[in-house]
C-alpha cells in the first residue's frame, strides 16, 4: 500500500515478565515478537517503520537492527500517546500512520490492509480496531452515542460502572491521518486516574477537530492478543504455531500431529512432504518436496533437498542433497554439505564437511573437516582424526574409496581415488589410488595357549 508508515510501540518494561530482557525481545518460535510485527508492517508496504524504545533501549535496537527500521527513544514510559510523540518527525502529514504494538504478535498484513482500506474509504481522521470480548476488563473501552457513531474511547480505569460494562473494546491498533495525528498529540494531556498521555484521547480531539472517527470491529480477537506475561507467552506462541501448520497444510504438507509439530515461521516445506510428530523445524530452514520428516527431528536453518528422509536425528546450517537418508540418530553440524543419494546412517556425526554423491555413511561414523568425493563407503566406527588438541586439520578422501570397519584417518590426510582401507587400520599417511592400504599388527596364532593357562 502506498502513502503509509508504521509506527510500532515496543518502550514498555514488561514488568510481569519477570525477565531480565526487555518483553518485545522474548521469542515465539525463535523470532522475537517485535520481529514479528515489523515483518507484517513491512509485508503491508509500509514504506518505513519506526520502533519506540525505551526500557533496556539498547538491547532492542541491537536486536532488530538498524537496517529495517528507524528508532525514536522514549525516555519515560509516560504513556502510549507519549510514546507516539517521539516519533514525532517520523509522522508525515501526507500520509497514513498505523500504530502496532511490539507486544502483539499475531497481527497480520491482511488485517492492517484491510483497517487501511476502511479507512481510507471512509475518509476517517482516524480509524481504530475494535471487538467484542467476554471480559473487557482492563481494556479502553469503546463509547458509541444513541446513533451508533462513535463517542470515545475510557480506559477501564478512568471509567464510569455502566462504561465498564461496555464490552466493545479498543485493540490497540490504529490508523491515523498523518496531519490529524500530528495536531491531536499537540492537544494531548495526561489528566486521568494513570497520570499518563493515552494515545486513545487523540481519537475524542480528532472528532472535536470535526474529522470522523470510527471504529472497524472484528470478531477474531487472535491476532490483537497482547503478551503481557510467560502464561500469555505460551498462549500466543500455541496460536502461533497453529497457524504456521494450518497454512503449511493448506500449500499441500502432510502434517500427522499438528499439536506436536513446532515450526517456525520462515521455514518453507515442499508439496507432499509428510512431517511426521515430534518434529521441530527452525529458523530459514527449506525443505523440498516429497521428504519424509522425523519423527523427533530438529532441523535447524538447513537446506533439505527433494526425497529426502530425515528420522529422528539433528541436524544445523547444513545442507542435504535429494535423496539421501538421514538417521536415525545422526548429527549433522554446521557447515557440512551432504550431496544426492548419500546415506548418514544411525549414531553417525558429520562436522564441517563435504560428502559427495552417492556416498555411503552407514553407522558410528565420525566425519569432520572432511571432504569425501562419491561412492565412498564408510566402514562401521570410521573416525577422521581432526584434532591433535590444538589444531584442527582436514581429512581428502576421493571417490570410490572403500574404508574398512574401524578405520582411524589421522589428518592431515589423503586417500586417493579406488584405493581400499583395511579394517582397523590407523592412517597417518596418504594413499596412493587403487591400492590397498594396512595399517595394523598381523594376527598372531600361540598354539596350546588356552590349556597351558
Ligand atoms: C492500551 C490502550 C487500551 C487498549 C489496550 C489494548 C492506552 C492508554 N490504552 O492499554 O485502550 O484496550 O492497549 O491492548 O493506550 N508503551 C510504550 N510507552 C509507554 C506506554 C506503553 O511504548 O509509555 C507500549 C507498551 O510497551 C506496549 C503498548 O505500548 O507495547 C501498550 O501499552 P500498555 O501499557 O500495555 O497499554 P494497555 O494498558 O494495555
Ligand atoms: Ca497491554
Given at each position: 500500500?502506498?502513502?503509509?508508515?508504521?509506527?510500532?510501540?515496543?518502550?514498555?518494561?514488561?514488568?510481569?515478565?519477570?525477565?531480565?530482557?526487555?518483553?518485545?525481545?522474548?521469542?515465539?518460535?525463535?523470532?522475537?515478537?517485535?520481529?514479528?510485527?515489523?515483518?507484517?508492517?513491512?509485508?503491508?508496504?509500509?514504506?518505513?517503520?519506526?520502533?519506540?524504545?525505551?526500557?533496556?533501549?539498547?538491547?532492542?535496537?541491537?536486536?532488530?537492527?538498524?537496517?529495517?527500521?528507524?528508532?525514536?527513544?522514549?525516555?519515560?514510559?509516560?504513556?502510549?500517546?507519549?510514546?507516539?510523540?517521539?516519533?514525532?518527525?517520523?509522522?508525515?502529514?501526507?500520509?497514513?500512520?498505523?500504530?502496532?504494538?511490539?507486544?502483539?504478535?499475531l497481527i497480520t498484513?491482511e488485517t492492517?490492509?484491510k483497517l487501511?482500506?476502511f479507512?481510507?474509504?471512509?475518509?476517517?481522521?482516524?480509524?481504530i480496531v475494535s471487538a467484542i470480548v467476554d471480559n473487557p476488563?482492563?481494556y479502553?473501552?469503546i463509547?458509541?452515542?444513541?446513533?451508533?457513531?462513535?463517542?470515545?474511547?475510557?480506559?477501564?480505569?478512568?471509567?464510569?460502572?455502566?462504561?465498564?460494562?461496555v464490552k466493545e473494546i479498543n485493540t490497540g491498533i490504529?490508523?491515523?491521518?498523518?496531519?490529524?495525528?500530528?495536531?491531536?498529540?499537540?492537544?494531548?494531556?495526561?489528566?486521568?486516574?494513570?497520570?499518563?498521555?493515552?494515545?486513545?484521547?487523540?481519537?475524542?480531539?480528532?472528532?472535536?477537530?470535526?474529522?470522523?472517527?470510527?471504529a472497524m470491529t472484528t470478531d477474531d480477537v487472535t491476532e490483537f492478543f497482547?503478551?503481557?506475561?510467560?502464561?500469555?507467552?505460551?498462549?500466543?506462541?500455541?496460536l502461533?504455531?497453529?497457524?504456521?501448520?494450518?497454512?503449511?497444510?493448506?500449500?499441500?504438507?502432510?502434517?500427522?500431529?499438528?499439536?506436536?509439530?513446532?515450526?517456525?515461521?520462515?521455514?518453507?516445506?515442499?508439496?507432499?512432504?509428510?512431517?511426521?510428530?515430534?518434529?521441530?523445524?527452525?529458523?530459514?530452514?527449506?525443505?523440498?518436496?516429497?521428504?519424509?520428516?522425523?519423527?523427533?527431528?530438529?532441523?535447524?536453518?538447513?537446506?533439505?533437498?527433494?526425497?529426502?528422509?530425515?528420522?529422528?536425528?539433528?541436524?544445523?546450517?547444513?545442507?542435504?542433497?535429494?535423496?539421501?537418508?538421514?538417521?536415525?540418530?545422526?548429527?549433522?553440524?554446521?557447515?557440512?554439505?551432504?550431496?544426492?543419494?548419500?546415506?548418514?546412517?544411525?549414531?553417525?556425526?558429520?562436522?564441517?564437511?563435504?560428502?559427495?554423491?552417492?556416498?555411503?555413511?552407514?553407522?558410528?561414523?565420525?566425519?569432520?573437516?572432511?571432504?569425501?568425493?562419491?561412492?565412498?563407503?564408510?566402514?562401521?566406527?570410521?573416525?577422521?582424526?581432526?584434532?591433535?588438541?590444538?589444531?584442527?586439520?582436514?581429512?581428502?578422501?576421493?571417490?570410490?574409496?572403500?574404508?574398512?570397519?574401524?578405520?582411524?584417518?589421522?589428518?592431515?590426510?589423503?586417500?586417493?581415488?579406488?584405493?581400499?582401507?583395511?579394517?582397523?587400520?590407523?592412517?597417518?599417511?596418504?594413499?596412493?589410488?587403487?591400492?590397498?592400504?594396512?595399517?595394523?599388527?598381523?594376527?598372531?596364532?600361540?598354539?596350546?595357549?588356552?590349556?597351558?593357562?
Amino acid at each position: 500500500m502506498d502513502n503509509l508508515k508504521a509506527i510500532i510501540l515496543a518502550a514498555g518494561e514488561g514488568t510481569r515478565m519477570k525477565s531480565k530482557m526487555p518483553k518485545v525481545l522474548h521469542q515465539i518460535l525463535n523470532k522475537s515478537m517485535v520481529d514479528y510485527v515489523i515483518d507484517e508492517a513491512s509485508k503491508c508496504g509500509s514504506e518505513d517503520i519506526c520502533v519506540v524504545i525505551g526500557h533496556k533501549a539498547d538491547m532492542v535496537r541491537e536486536a532488530i537492527g538498524e537496517q529495517k527500521v528507524k528508532f525514536a527513544i522514549q525516555k519515560e514510559q509516560l504513556g502510549t500517546g507519549h510514546a507516539v510523540m517521539q516519533a514525532e518527525d517520523f509522522i508525515d502529514e501526507n500520509k497514513d500512520i498505523v500504530i502496532l504494538y511490539g507486544d502483539t504478535p499475531l497481527i497480520t498484513a491482511e488485517t492492517i490492509e484491510k483497517l487501511v482500506a476502511f479507512h481510507r474509504e471512509q475518509k476517517n481522521g482516524c480509524t481504530i480496531v475494535s471487538a467484542i470480548v467476554d471480559n473487557p476488563t482492563g481494556y479502553g473501552h469503546i463509547i458509541r452515542n444513541t446513533d451508533g457513531s462513535f463517542k470515545k474511547n475510557v480506559e477501564h480505569k478512568d471509567a464510569t460502572d455502566e462504561e465498564k460494562q461496555v464490552k466493545e473494546i479498543n485493540t490497540g491498533i490504529y490508523c491515523f491521518d498523518g496531519a490529524k495525528l500530528k495536531s491531536a498529540l499537540k492537544k494531548l494531556t495526561n489528566n486521568n486516574a494513570q497520570g499518563e498521555y493515552y494515545l486513545p484521547d487523540t481519537l475524542e480531539i480528532i472528532l472535536n477537530d470535526g474529522s470522523s472517527v470510527n471504529a472497524m470491529t472484528t470478531d477474531d480477537v487472535t491476532e490483537f492478543f497482547g503478551v503481557n506475561s510467560r502464561v500469555q507467552l505460551a498462549e500466543a506462541t500455541e496460536l502461533m504455531k497453529k497457524r504456521i501448520n494450518k497454512k503449511l497444510m493448506e500449500n499441500g504438507v502432510t502434517i500427522i500431529d499438528p499439536a506436536n509439530t513446532y515450526i517456525d515461521a520462515d521455514v518453507t516445506i515442499g508439496c507432499d512432504t509428510i512431517v511426521y510428530p515430534g518434529c521441530v523445524i527452525e529458523k530459514n530452514t527449506v525443505i523440498g518436496e516429497d521428504c519424509k520428516i522425523g519423527p523427533n527431528a530438529r532441523i535447524t536453518n538447513m537446506i533439505i533437498g527433494n526425497g529426502v528422509k530425515f528420522q529422528a536425528s539433528t541436524g544445523m546450517d547444513s545442507k542435504v542433497g535429494d535423496r539421501t537418508t538421514v538417521g536415525p540418530y545422526a548429527y549433522i553440524r554446521p557447515n557440512s554439505n551432504i550431496g544426492e543419494d548419500v546415506k548418514v546412517g544411525d549414531f553417525v556425526e558429520i562436522k564441517n564437511s563435504n560428502v559427495g554423491n552417492g556416498t555411503k555413511i552407514s553407522h558410528l561414523t565420525y566425519v569432520g573437516d572432511t571432504d569425501c568425493g562419491e561412492r565412498i563407503n564408510f566402514g562401521c566406527g570410521t573416525v577422521t582424526v581432526n584434532y591433535d588438541g590444538k589444531n584442527k586439520f582436514r581429512t581428502v578422501i576421493e571417490d570410490d574409496v572403500f574404508i574398512g570397519c574401524n578405520a582411524n584417518l589421522v589428518a592431515p590426510v589423503t586417500l586417493k581415488k579406488g584405493s581400499y582401507v583395511a579394517a582397523g587400520s590407523t592412517i597417518t599417511k596418504d594413499v596412493p589410488e587403487d591400492v590397498l592400504a594396512v595399517a595394523r599388527a598381523r594376527q598372531q596364532i600361540i598354539e596350546g595357549w588356552t590349556k597351558k593357562k
